[in-house]
Each structure stands twice: as structure tokens, then as C-alpha cells.
DNA sequence: ATCGGTCATGTGATCGGTCACACATGCTCG
DNA sequence: CGAGCATGTGTGACCGATCACATGACCGAT
């Protein structure tokens, strides 16, 4: 804007200082606004800063105070379906606090995420990881004075048990409790890709509640997140399956399910009734609109980063997030056709 | 792991070559993997390296170095439709060539944006900023000793020709044209978010076309991403608009108008054809299929980001990314209906 | 006249790495 | 046999901020 300081190397807090005729502490002070000075020392600094058109370095103040106001989300590489509301949401939190949120994707598997993840922690550019999937070996834990804190959302236990809200998956005996009192008895499950804590639970809801209940499981297939994968499990299917009612792993999956069914000239919901999980935004305007459950995406979000910014400051992180999912039951399900 | 340190400090380069016999510097070109050495001096400096459980500080390297090894790609704040596929390759090229990639989300209005992109540019933190909106005030720049390189991508000049390959409304015209070659004569757009470069010109080509060929606009509706654009779009419509093709702003938009139309009763493609943008991993899996512009989105995002690197690097940005848009017509476009 | 306290500012060390350059050793070659 | 060179390593300055502590001016109280 103004000239832009006499060669092309930007100008340091000494420069400024020589040039407002005071010390470099006094312009250190004033950037972070401490102390009281004379109005001549301010009007003099902020001459200097502007003259100069001067910047603080952050990298270097970062090395003095080990502080960066970074917090760090990974996320696993296949990105195509990253949890955006549940990133806007955390992204908004660590703004209100005062922290910058950046999401770094990261490739490779589970033990190459982990990996980076550490090198990430250990590197001292961020006070905080969030990881949305799970990392073998790496335990969530308090910032130190050696690494960053982090925070696992979605992660399992030896038990499959997931700690996190993403991999609550209880509604899916709501979903088939609500499928088999409108008469449907033969379930299919489309799962998702079982290195995901969610996926991973979905499918032992799944088989458990079938179990539990005395109904029929006509099996369970797919393994990705992708409508291709719902779309061949159908085409799949015998024409005396006798399946009358699909439980998918997510929206994506239902609508692969949703469009082979159409081809196959099977009638939603009339012939089959199709469920979802997480309610795209065009899930409702779908035709048939896609019912589904409502996770409260940004819900989530929040208490994620809100647990992270609590172990980066060492405080008592958030008591456990409530039950927020909702099931959503539209026009893609229906009663169980007659034999 | 291993016996970690005395303390909570975690261990300086000093530490280690103190530990291992040898000096500071000979342990930074290990670690930076320089000159040769001898065997017994990389066999001490290794175990030394481990016993103290040693990390390299990044943040202190950055400021000597002034590299840091991160782009920082800004997405404006409502980042539900953030734009995967082309994050996910421009992600793959940065770190093919050895950058980290991180995004940042920031809120505000495009100058608050603009500001804070500029605060990221000058704190040293990045070496590239590569926006994908427009930044009012800031205009591309190769790096320079002050600030970080900046690219924009889908930014608007004074003419409003789209800068980057996003913002490549050109196919509209084609779809125009060939809905007015299956007899359709009386169009509606619902339009995106005039702010955003690519709505703007697809909107303006819309009208541009409808103008040059001697067609009929029932006029411009809507401003946003959303289904419920579109929805509400078509359910505004009269009995007897007389319109029979919709073009959308994408296809979030397109499912709105398809529902809505659904809801009329309207029949798709016998009554009304829809055309969106962005070829949706759903969208050929809709009941219609829905017609669309494959954008390849992967494609653009690689050409960003190669683009930033270019500048990051002081070298030549590659040329000009060819057309890469393709038009998919799918079940959603059919012949106009006989009045 | 001296003392203690507040106000406003200055001095030098420090964070943890890399850079520039010096230096010691052993080998080849004129 | 010493110059020249490659090999392998060490010393101290430096990047640009903040931190800890010192200092000088001014004030009212003893």
C-alpha cells in the first residue's frame, strides 16, 4: 500500500523500534497491548509500523512462547466424503476461542495416519490434533510439554465399543424395530467400509438386533461408502430373496440401493423399504424422499473441538455428548409387502 | 516408548549431540541427511536420537529457514459444500511435491476474508495461499521475501471473466442449445450466489445465450446453493409459465427442482427438463437421472495447486488448463412436450 | 533529604534449529 | 615432499520474536 519499506526483506520489530526511536521491548509490548506508554511512544510505533508496513512474525514469536494458536484436524485420505457440517461446527468453536483451525488430510493406512499424526504433535507447529478416525497406537491425551494434545473422535476400544458420538450406532435397532413392527421380516444390510469405527458398529447393531429379535438377515454386503455399492448389492439380490426391507450403511450407499431398485422395476417403498444414515442435504428431496438419521453433524463437531481445546488447556474436557441422533423416516419406507 | 528424557522438556538437537559425542551441527545434516558420515558417527547419533526420544522442532527450522512446507488453502466460511474432490487432488499434488496441505476455514464477508488471508500470508506460517474464492484487494502474487504467494481460483476480473478454470461457464451455452434442438423454447434459471464467479457466469452466459439464439427466458430465480433454491424455485412457478427446461446452478439446486416438480405432478423428462452442474456422486443415481456438467473438479484442483506451487517457487505457472468441463445428458432431458 | 513505589522503558539472554565458514585428516599427484 | 583436494566435523553467528530483569523519572510520605 504505503512504500513499502526501502528493499524487498520484510521489516523486523528492531527496524520498527530503531524507527520509532524506542526500544524493540517497548514495540513487543505494544503489539500484544501491554502496559501503559506515553501517547507520543504510541503515536511513534504506529507511525513506524505503518511506514514499514510491518507484520509480526508469528513463526518466530511461536518459538519463544510455544504457543501457535493452531489446532489440527486429520482427516483419512479418501476425502470425497468429508463431514463438512461437522467441520464448519468445529471450525466455529476454535474461532470463538481463539484458535485457528486447519483440517490436513492425511494418506496412507491407519498405522501411516498414526504416524503422521505424531509427527504432526511432535512438531510443534499445532497445540492440538483432532483426529476423526482412529489411530493405532496413539492415545488421546493432555497437551504436554512435549507433544500437542490430541483428541480421537470416532475411535474404537478393544471391545468395538466406540468412544466417540460417531460411532453411536444404536438407532439401527430403532431403524429395524421400526422396519419389522410394519410387518418386514428379511433384512439386508449394505455396510460400509469396516475400518470405520461407524461402519463397524452400524453392522453389529445391525446383526445383533436381527439376532436379539428373531428376524432374518439375508446377509450383509458392500463395504464402501459409495452408491455403487448399494447399487450392485441390489442388482445382486435374487428375485426371491424375499428381502423386503434394506438397512445402508449411509446416504450415499441408499441411493446406489435406491436407483438399482428403480431398474430392477422394484417400487419404492412398495416393494422395498430403504434406510439411510446421516441425511445428505438432497436426501429429502429425493423420489422417493430417503429416510435416514439425522446425526447432528455439527453437534458432534462441537464437542469435539470443544474436548481438545479442554485437554490443550488442561482443563476438564466436556462431560459426554448426549444422545443426538434422530431417525428420519420418509417416504422410502413403508409397510412390509404381502407375500 | 523408551525412557522418555528426564523431564517434560522434550530434548534440543544440543541434547542429542551432546548425548551421542558429536557436535550440534553434525547431528542437523543427519537429520537433514547431508554429507556422508562415518559409520560409527550415524550409529551414535541414531541411538542418541533415540534414547532421548528426539523430534525435530519445525517451528524453530521454519524461522530459519523461512520454509515451512505449508500451503494453506482458504475456503470461505459456509463450508457445507466444500468442494472435496478438488481439495482431495490438490491435496495429492502438494504432497507429492513435498508440501504439507492445510485448509483454512475463515469466516466473514469476502473482505474479512481477504484480511485474514492476507494476516496468513504475511505470519510466515505458509509459504502459499491458495483461495478459492475471490479476495477483494488482493491480487495474485509470485512469493516474495515479505509474504507468501497467493493464488486465487475462481476469481472475477473487471469484466467479469472468470480467471480460473472454475469459473468456465462456457458449457451453458451447449446446454441451451441443445435443449432448444429438442424443442424446448422457454427457460428458467435458478441461479447461485452472484458473489461466487462461477454463478455469475453461468448466469450471464445463460442469458446470453438466450438472447444470441432467439429463445425465451421466463426469467432468473434464485441465490443459492441449495435444494431448497431449487425448490422453492419451481414451486413458484404459474400453471402456465409455459416453461419446459430448467437450467440449474448445480446440482443441489437440480434435486430441489426435481422434487418440487415430483410434487406438481410434473413428469421429468416428459414435462420438464433439468440440467444441473457438478455431476454429484448421486446424481446418476436419481430417479431421473439427472443431466449435469462434469466439472472435474480433481482436475482443477490439481491445476490450483500446481499453479501455487509455480509461485511458490518463483518458476513458470503452467499453462492454461484446457477445457475440461464435460456435459452428461442424462434421463432428466428429453424432448419438449407438445403444447 | 531519603526512601519506597509506580510508571514507562531499556538491556541482554533465550527459544532450537540452520548457515557460513574454519579446520583436521588422509589421499593423490606433480 | 608439499600442494591440492575430498572427506568429515566443529565453532559461533543468526533467524525474530518474547522473557526476565534492570533502570531512570517522578511522586508523595516519612
Redesign the interface.
Known sequence: MTS??S????STIHEVARAAGVSHQTVSRYLRGLGPFRPQTIEQVEAAIEEL?Y??????R??RTRR?G?L?VVLP??????P??M??AA??VA?REGF??????V?GSPQERAARAR?LM????VEGVLSLSGLPGLEESPR????AALAVLGQYDDRLRGIGPLADASLVAEIVRRLAAMGHRRFLHVQGPQEWASAAARRQIFEETIAADGLESHGVVGGAW??ETG?AAIMELAEDSGVTAVVAAN??VA??V??AA?ERGWRIPEDLSVVGWDD???S????P?LSTVAADRAGQGRFAMERLIALVREQDPPTVMPEMNTLLLRESVGPAPRR
Request: charged share 20%; glycine share 8%; no cysteine.
Open positions: 513499502d519499506a528493499s524487498g526483506r520484510r508496513n507484520r509480526p512474525n508469528t513463526i518466530a511461536s518459538m501457535t493452531v489440527s485420505s479418501p476425502v470425497e466424503q468429508m463438512t457440517p467441520l464448519a471450525g466455529e474461532h485457528l483451525m486447519e483440517i490436513a488430510v494418506e509427527e511432535d512438531s510443534g507447529r504436554s510439554a512435549t507433544t459409495s452408491p447399487h446416504d450415499y441411493f446406489g435406491m436407483r428403480h445428505l442435504g438432497v429429502r428431496y429425493a423420489v424422499a
